[in-house]
C-alpha cells in the first residue's frame, strides 16, 4: 500500500515522523530513500521522537558514525560514505535486523540484496523551498 504526504515545513516534516512512528510495528525496517538535502534525517527525527526513544534534537544523521541507537529500540543507519555491499557486511546490520527495534535505514536502496523484506520505503523529494513530497510504502 503506498500513501502520499506533503509537508512545508521542516517542522511538518518532523510531525510526519512522528505521526507514521504510531503506525509502526515494534520490529520493522524502514528504509529512508531519497537525494541528499530531500529531509530523512528530519523525518528520522520525528520517527525516533514519536516512538519515545529520544528527542528530535537528539537525533542527527549518522553519516560519519553510521549507526545511532537509541533507547535499545530504534537504530538509525546511514550507508552513505560505503561503497560496496561488502562494507556494509561489516557492520552487523543482520543481527540489528534481528532485534525487536525499529531500523531506520538511509541510503540502503544501494545495497537491496541486504535490506531484508518485508521491509517499508518512504521516498522523500523536494518539491519546493522546504516542501516535501513522501511516499510511504508499506508491505501487503
Request: net charge negative; proline share 4%.
Amino acid at each position: 500500500m503506498t500513501r502520499v504526504f506533503h509537508t512545508a515545513t521542516e517542522e511538518d516534516t518532523i510531525a510526519l515522523g512522528r505521526q507514521l512512528a504510531r503506525e509502526l510495528p515494534q520490529k520493522a525496517v524502514v528504509l529512508l530513500i531519497g537525494n541528499l538535502g530531500a529531509g530523512k534525517t528530519t523525518l528520522a527525527k520525528g520517527i525516533v521522537q514519536g516512538l519515545g526513544a529520544a528527542n528530535a534534537n537528539e537525533v542527527s544523521s549518522p553519516t560519519f558514525t553510521l549507526i545511532h541507537e537509541f533507547a535499545d529500540r530504534v537504530y538509525h543507519i546511514d550507508l552513505y560514505r560505503l561503497d560496496t555491499a561488502a562494507q556494509v557486511s561489516t557492520l552487523g546490520l543482520d543481527e540489528i535486523f534481528d532485534r525487536d527495534a525499529v531500523v531506520l535505514v538511509e541510503w540502503g536502496e544501494r545495497f537491496p540484496e541486504l535490506m531484508p523484506q518485508p521491509r517499508i520505503e518512504i521516498r522523500l523529494a523536494v518539491s519546493g523551498d522546504d516542501s516535501r513530497r513522501i511516499e510511504v510504502t508499506t508491505p501487503g
